[in-house]
């Protein structure tokens, strides 16, 4: 099995367009946002249009079909691929950079006394404290300790570490979007047999409550490959593959078993569209499962990896203190 990457070469983007449709019903629970609720606005032509998973849920979505929690590791093709692991004082998993929001950013890699990840960062990126950021270098190291990273975007908000200039944009993106919709309210009564009439501040008695669904004539996931940026990495054509492939596998594995957004929003395809470039063909999962270990492995050849490949943070609040004359000299 293979995959066609020629038809890739110069296309700025890949477009793809996925038409949903509720897995039984009609009705479907979008996502909701604080002093929000769901996110309803006019469309170009006056329609309706709802918000039924936003950008940053579907990158979470992304990332989770990549992980084997039970096993506390990549999923079968995807293993060999770095990333960051946080253990607690006992050696217990505790997070790592794949389930983490903010990735290599995340508090618990970066604002704990284990400074290993902050010193190979500071170590590595000191050239450019001042000046330019040299993105291709950036996407080099991220690549090194957590190549998902480079699919999902980055920022380094720490003074330390470029003055908090280090930014990547996402990659990959998608978004969940219907059209058309309708309100469909219902409700219901959270009911207590013991008590119907107690204190409901404190949980007891009857307690009814409204609840708003939606249907719509068509629901449409999109997703988005930044071809462009991931050959502006300049990190070659085996890393350029590799990225490509991993997209598409996120991509596949969110439709085939991961549209089950909430318990009121189960999801199903009804048709997949390439949009652009024209007449390419979406490799199905098993090709992706196929091939992505040899991708893996031909960066790796390329020294492209941390060795190890998982870096092991441990957990304890607090950071290390600084020897006083550095302390000073900063000051």
């Given at each position: 099995?293979?995959?066609?990457?020629?038809?890739?070469?110069?296309?700025?983007?890949?477009?793809?367009?996925?038409?949903?449709?509720?897995?039984?019903?009609?009705?479907?629970?979008?996502?909701?946002?604080?002093?929000?609720?769901?996110?309803?606005?006019?469309?170009?032509?006056?329609?309706?249009?709802?918000?039924?998973?936003?950008?940053?849920?579907?990158?979470?979505?992304?990332?989770?079909?990549?992980?084997?929690?039970?096993?506390?590791?990549?999923?079968?093709?995807?293993?060999?691929?770095?990333?960051?692991?946080?253990?607690d004082n006992q050696g217990k998993p505790l997070t790592n950079t794949v389930q983490e929001a903010h990735r290599l950013n995340s508090a618990y890699v970066l604002e704990g006394k284990d400074q290993t990840v902050f010193d190979k960062l500071k170590a590595e990126l000191a050239?450019?404290?001042?000046?330019?950021?040299?993105?291709?270098?950036?996407?080099?190291?991220?690549?090194?300790?957590?190549?998902?990273?480079?699919?999902?975007?980055?920022?380094?908000?720490?003074?330390?570490?470029?003055?908090?200039?280090?930014?990547?944009?996402?990659?990959?993106?998608?978004?969940?979007?219907?059209?058309?919709?309708?309100?469909?309210?219902?409700?219901?009564?959270?009911?207590?047999?013991?008590?119907?009439?107690?204190?409901?501040?404190?949980?007891?008695?009857?307690?009814?409550?409204?609840?708003?669904?939606?249907?719509?004539?068509?629901?449409?996931?999109?997703?988005?490959?930044?071809?462009?940026?991931?050959?502006?990495?300049?990190?070659?054509?085996?890393?350029?593959?590799?990225?490509?492939?991993?997209?598409?596998?996120?991509?596949?594995?969110?439709?085939?078993?991961?549209?089950?957004?909430?318990?009121?929003?189960?999801?199903?395809?009804?048709?997949?569209?390439?949009?652009?470039?024209?007449?390419?063909?979406?490799?199905?999962?098993?090709?992706?499962?196929?091939?992505?270990?040899?991708?893996?492995?031909?960066?790796?050849?390329?020294?492209?990896?941390?060795?190890?490949?998982?870096?092991?943070?441990?957990?304890?609040?607090?950071?290390?203190?600084?020897?006083?004359?550095?302390?000073?000299?900063?000051?």
């Amino acid at each position: 099995m293979s995959i066609d990457f020629s038809a890739l070469h110069a296309a700025p983007r890949l477009l793809i367009e996925a038409e949903l449709q509720p897995l039984q019903g009609a009705r479907f629970q979008p996502t909701g946002f604080p002093d929000l609720g769901a996110a309803v606005y006019d469309g170009p032509n006056g329609n309706r249009l709802l918000l039924v998973e936003s950008a940053q849920s579907m990158a979470n979505r992304m990332e989770t079909v990549c992980w084997d929690a039970p096993n506390d590791d990549w999923v079968a093709p995807l293993k060999g691929l770095p990333l960051i692991k946080v253990i607690d004082n006992q050696g217990k998993p505790l997070t790592n950079t794949v389930q983490e929001a903010h990735r290599l950013n995340s508090a618990y890699v970066l604002e704990g006394k284990d400074q290993t990840v902050f010193d190979k960062l500071k170590a590595e990126l000191a050239d450019m404290d001042e000046g330019a950021v040299d993105l291709k270098k950036l996407a080099a190291v991220v690549l090194r300790y957590d190549a998902n990273a480079l699919l999902h975007g980055l920022f380094l908000a720490k003074k330390e570490l470029a003055g908090g200039r280090l930014r990547l944009p996402r990659v990959v993106s998608s978004f969940i979007e219907a059209e058309d919709v309708n309100l469909a309210q219902s409700g219901g009564v959270k009911n207590d047999h013991v008590n119907p009439s107690g204190d409901t501040a404190k949980g007891f008695g009857n307690v009814p409550y409204s609840r708003s669904d939606y249907t719509a004539p068509k629901i449409t996931a999109y997703f988005n490959i930044d071809l462009a940026q991931i050959r502006g990495f300049g990190l070659g054509i085996a890393v350029e593959q590799l990225l490509i492939a991993l997209a598409l596998y996120k991509i596949r594995a969110v439709l085939d078993f991961g549209l089950r957004l909430r318990t009121a929003c189960d999801l199903d395809v009804k048709q997949l569209t390439v949009t652009r470039p024209d007449a390419w063909e979406l490799p199905e999962r098993n090709t992706l499962e196929a091939v992505l270990p040899g991708l893996i492995a031909a960066v790796a050849a390329e020294n492209r990896f941390a060795e190890p490949r998982v870096t092991t943070v441990t957990w304890e609040k607090g950071k290390a203190k600084k020897p006083k004359a550095e302390t000073e000299s900063e000051d």
